[in-house]
């Protein structure tokens, strides 16, 4: 038997006024909103990031040059995955611009994908990526670094994490590009089971963002482009630097 799914939202049905929809949104927790009046799938009290996705979503857009860009990583054989932020030095508003997960191929690939987004961002990795995998016995850490890519082991604080997130979350500070397709939907089923434990399940990408977040002030840098350059200076035995933005420095 054949299934197939039609998503509808109050914009299909012609005899809710204007008035009327406003009053039902109105009644509903603001987590079930995107669900009730947009047909969009949501957990509801399980769900760990009780937050509409139209509060956090926002339309793709260039990236200044100057703004601070990082990674956070979760390996594994069945899914490999990679989340990217940006973010506003002035503001400190973050943005997820970019995913990647794909699984059952060889570090390299993974590798290659990751450098293509730029060789020089630093990434927060799994700490159980310096575990001694089954396959080969080797350490995935060693092979991502030996691969070229600036890795540094992360805070893996499952609950204080989650804390974090959900504090920038409710408070405006990371939205997520709408083209992290992938990333909404781990996001939106994204749960606690009946104990309160956290569901490992399709949640790589959510693992990533975590790491990310945890290590930001340790892994955030700005383009090699954009980076002080040291110059020598007038005087002997001396450097000194060449006028750019101050909170810059040691991140050459």
Known sequence: ???????????????????????????????????????????????????????????????PEFWERWYGMDVGWNATAVVWFARNPDTTETFITSVYKLGKERPVIHASAIKARGEWLKGGIDPASRGRSQADGTQLFEVYRNEGLHLYVADNSVESGIYKIWQKLANGLLKVFKSCISWFDEFQIYRR????????????????????????????????????????????????????????????
Do not use: C
């Open 1 to 63: 038997m054949s299934r197939f799914l039609i998503q509808l939202d109050w914009d299909d049905a012609p005899h809710l006024s204007d008035e009327v929809k406003a009053e039902l949104l109105a009644a509903i927790p603001e987590y079930q909103r995107d669900a009730r009046s947009k047909g969009i799938p949501q957990l509801g009290s399980g769900a760990i990031y009780p937050i509409p996705r139209s509060n956090i979503e926002v339309a793709d857009f260039e990236i």
């Open 193 to 252: 089971d009946q104990k309160g434990k956290v569901v490992k399940d399709k949640d790589h990408l959510m693992d990533a963002m975590r790491y990310g977040i945890m290590s930001e002030d340790e892994l955030a840098d700005v383009p090699v482009s954009r980076r002080r350059k040291v110059v020598e200076s007038d005087f002997p035995g001396q450097r000194t630097y060449n006028q750019q933005t101050t909170a810059w420095m040691g991140k050459i």
